[in-house]
C-alpha cells in the first residue's frame, strides 16, 4: 500500500489525493463538496481527473485494484 501512495504522490496533486481516498472512502461528492466548500462539480471534475490519471497508470501494469475498488462502488 505504501508504494501505491508514494506513487500517487508522484502523479497527482495533494488536492487530487485527498478527494479520492475520501471518495474512496465511502463519502458522497456532495458531503466532500460541503466539508471543503466548494461546489459538487468541482469535486466531481477533480475526481474524475484523478481517477483518469490513476486508469492511465493501471492500463500500463503497474497496479489495478485502487481504481477498480472506486470504480465499484460508483
Given at each position: 500500500m505504501d508504494?501505491?501512495?508514494k506513487l500517487m504522490s508522484n502523479m497527482l496533486t495533494e488536492?487530487?489525493?485527498i478527494i479520492f481516498l475520501?471518495?474512496?472512502?465511502?463519502?458522497s461528492?456532495?458531503?466532500?463538496?460541503?466539508?471543503l466548500g466548494v461546489s459538487h462539480g468541482t469535486i466531481q471534475?477533480?475526481?474524475e481527473l484523478a481517477k483518469?490519471?490513476?486508469d492511465r497508470f493501471a492500463q500500463a501494469g503497474f497496479f489495478s485494484?485502487?481504481?477498480?475498488?472506486?470504480?465499484?462502488?460508483q
Amino acid at each position: 500500500m505504501d508504494s501505491i501512495r508514494k506513487l500517487m504522490s508522484n502523479m497527482l496533486t495533494e488536492r487530487e489525493i485527498i478527494i479520492f481516498l475520501l471518495i474512496d472512502s465511502g463519502m458522497s461528492y456532495r458531503d466532500l463538496a460541503t466539508r471543503l466548500g466548494v461546489s459538487h462539480g468541482t469535486i466531481q471534475n477533480t475526481y474524475e481527473l484523478a481517477k483518469q490519471k490513476l486508469d492511465r497508470f493501471a492500463q500500463a501494469g503497474f497496479f489495478s485494484s485502487p481504481v477498480e475498488k472506486v470504480s465499484k462502488k460508483q
